[in-house]
């Protein structure tokens, strides 16, 4: 009994998760981003920093503090003097489609959350917003960037014990 309660909870986070990301976002397939060839969209926030010190990856925790995993240079805002990494697999991000908050629900001081949780930000003054893209394939979205997402959030649209 305890497995099928637990089925039964997982399906309705991911029916939250889904509404979540269909009420918030609208899907954009990178094919149009890509041929509209847009000068002015930039990479604001990145899942991968590089530090100003030493070029090594900087790990930037929940509460916005960023540590140099070689030198051990720490950094007092998420974004503070670093660089940042682009997508490695294909720009502006290998999944199939960006994901525009249209209704601009996202807020810049939560930039580091949606990073944490694997999502590449870019801002397009032709999109007015912010876009978040993935750098990846062939495995779960949901499980692995917007369920941590919708968690990091603070979001409960899903029943709870």
């Known amino acids: ?20 990301r269909d009420r918030w976002f609208e899907m ?15 990479l604001v ?26 030198c051990s240079k720490k950094y007092l805002s998420p974004y503070e003097d670093l660089q940042l990494h682009g997508p490695e697999h294909d720009y502006p991000c290998a999944h199939g489609y960006m994901f525009w908050d249209s209704g601009e629900r996202l807020r810049e001081d939560e930039l580091y959350l949606v990073t944490q949780c694997g999502f590449f930000v870019y801002e397009c003054e032709l999109f007015n917003g912010y876009l978040l893209g993935i750098d990846g394939g062939g495995y779960s979205f949901i499980d692995e960037h ?11 649209w899903h029943e709870q014990e």
């Open 146 to 156: 917007w369920i941590p997402l919708y968690k990091a959030l603070g979001l409960n």
């Open 28 to 42: 954009i397939p990178t094919s149009l981003i890509q041929k509209l060839e847009l000068e002015d969209l930039t």
């Open 1 to 20: 009994m305890n497995s099928i309660r637990k089925i039964r909870k997982q399906h309705e986070l991911e029916s939250a998760v889904y509404l979540f």
């Open 45 to 70: 926030a990145a899942p991968y920093q590089e530090c100003n010190n030493c070029g090594d990856v900087v790990v930037v925790d929940n509460k916005g503090i960023g540590i140099c995993q070689a």
